[in-house]
């Protein structure tokens, strides 16, 4: 699939599939089952980051409740535009609920701590986040994030939910493009 585009694969299916175990894992240490909070709510950053979240909702060994939010900062390009909107909104309200965001990357992290900061006006309980992957420049926008997958370097990736121009999320892995796909 995809001949001739991918460059290299930074990060394979099955290194993906053992992190995310791995993640779940901790995970649930923190939110008991029976919370008073009610089941942890897992809220997905379409579209990108709906892969991560079916495989990690699946290798959680706690119950879980999913909501997911679009919201649009990259459109087509490779880099954030830095104005974030919201296409789509939870459906419920998260107020009193373990909150747990999920996202396929930190980038900039303009994304983030966006969505950090709308969410929490609508007092959860508890609001953290997990990503799968993190870029260095993630750093500058001093986002806590409890719970990182990989982190890696500045370069765009696509697969595993992540695309370029809405193509390659179909792939199971992580890769980077050859450069002749952005018309190098
Ligand atoms: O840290 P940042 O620089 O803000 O970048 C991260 C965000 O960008 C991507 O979404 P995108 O806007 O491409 O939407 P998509 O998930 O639908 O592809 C990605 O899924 C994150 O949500
Ligand atoms: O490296 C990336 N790849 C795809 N989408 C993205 N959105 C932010 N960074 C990236
Ligand atoms: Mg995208």
Same mark, same amino acid.
């Given at each position: 699939?995809?001949?001739?585009?991918?460059?290299? %694969? &930074? $990060?394979? #299916?099955?290194? !993906?599939?053992?992190?995310?175990?791995?993640?779940?894992?901790?995970?649930?240490?923190?939110?008991?089952?029976?919370?008073?909070?009610?089941?942890?709510?897992?809220?997905?950053?379409?579209?990108?980051?709906?892969?991560?979240?079916?495989?990690?909702?699946?290798?959680?060994?706690?119950?879980?409740?999913?909501?997911?939010?679009?919201?649009?900062?990259?459109?087509?390009?490779?880099?954030?535009?830095?104005?974030?909107?919201?296409?789509?909104?939870?459906?419920?309200?998260?107020?009193?609920?373990? %909150? &747990? $965001?999920? #996202?396929?990357? !930190?980038?900039?992290?303009?994304?983030?701590?966006?969505?950090?900061?709308?969410?929490?006006?609508?007092?959860?309980?508890?609001?953290?986040?997990?990503?799968?992957?993190?870029?260095?420049?993630?750093?500058?926008?001093?986002?806590?994030?409890?719970?990182?997958?990989?982190?890696?370097?500045?370069?765009?990736?696509?697969?595993?939910?992540?695309?370029?121009?809405?193509?390659?999320?179909?792939?199971?892995?992580?890769?980077?493009?050859?450069?002749?796909?952005?018309?190098?």
């Amino acid at each position: 699939m995809y001949e001739g585009d991918i460059a290299s %694969v &930074l $990060i394979s #299916e099955e290194e !993906i599939r053992e992190k995310t175990a791995e993640l779940a894992a901790i995970i649930a240490e923190r939110y008991p089952v029976d919370a008073p909070e009610g089941d942890l709510l897992l809220v997905g950053v379409l579209k990108g980051a709906v892969f991560f979240m079916t495989d990690l909702a699946r290798a959680l060994p706690i119950p879980t409740q999913m909501e997911f939010m679009a919201v649009s900062s990259y459109g087509s390009s490779t880099s954030s535009s830095g104005v974030v909107r919201i296409l789509k909104d939870l459906d419920k309200d998260i107020a009193g609920r373990n %909150v &747990l $965001i999920v #996202e396929d990357i !930190i980038d900039s992290g303009l994304t983030l701590s966006w969505l950090m900061r709308n969410l929490s006006t609508r007092n959860p309980a508890s609001l953290e986040v997990v990503t799968l992957l993190r870029k260095p420049d993630a750093v500058k926008a001093d986002v806590p994030v409890a719970n990182v997958g990989f982190d890696i370097p500045n370069e765009f990736v696509v697969g595993y939910g992540l695309d370029y121009a809405e193509r390659y999320r179909d792939l199971p892995y992580i890769g980077t493009l050859e450069p002749t796909v952005y018309g190098g």
